[in-house]
C-alpha cells in the first residue's frame, strides 16, 4: 500500500492544480470558481522520488463552515483521518482568513500529521502571507507554487519523515 497524502483547504487555494502537478494528468478539475471539485479524488504522485498515493478533497466547499459538518466536510475528514500526512494549503497572497483558522484548528486536533504550505508563492506577493501564516499554529509554512512548480523541493523535504 503507497502512502497517503490529503490535500485540504478552503475553495480556491490551487488543491486541484497542485493535485494535477504532482499527479501529472488532468484527473482533477481547476476552474476559478471555488467549489469545482464534487468528489473526492485519488491518483498516484511522484515527486523527486517519492511514490504516494494523493487526494484532492472537495470539503468545505459545499457546506458553510458556520453549519453543522455536511456531506463533503465528513468526506474530507475521513480523508484527513485515513492519510498519513494532511497538506493544508493556503493561498500566501490572500492571507489567513477565518475558515483557514477553522480549518487550521480542526488539523491541530487530528492525530494525522500536518503539512503547512502557503501556495501562489511565485513572486513577492505572497511574503507577507507566508509569515502571517505562522498564526496557525502549525509548522514552518513552506511556500509553493503549483501553478509555477516552484517549491516543490521544499514539499518533497516536508514529505520525507512522513511517507
Ligand atoms: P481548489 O479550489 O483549491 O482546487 O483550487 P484550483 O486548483 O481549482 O485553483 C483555483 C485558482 O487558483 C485557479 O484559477 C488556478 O489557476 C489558480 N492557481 C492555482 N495555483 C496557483 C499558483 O501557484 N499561483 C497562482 N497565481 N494561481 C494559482
Ligand atoms: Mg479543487
Known sequence: MLPTVAIVGRPNVGK??????LVGKKLALVDDQPGVTRDRREGEA????????????????????????GRMRRQTEAAVASADVALFLFDARAGVTPLDEEIARWLRSSDTPVILAGNKAE????EDGLTEAWSLGLDEPI????EHGQGLADLFQALLPHI
Open 143 to 146: 511556500g509553493l507554487s503549483a
Open 46 to 69: 511522484h515527486l523527486l522520488g517519492l511514490h504516494f498515493r494523493i487526494v484532492d478533497t472537495a470539503g468545505y466547499e459545499d457546506e458553510d463552515p458556520q453549519t453543522l459538518p
Open 123 to 126: 513572486g513577492r506577493a505572497a
Open 16 to 21: 486541484s492544480t497542485l493535485f494535477n502537478r
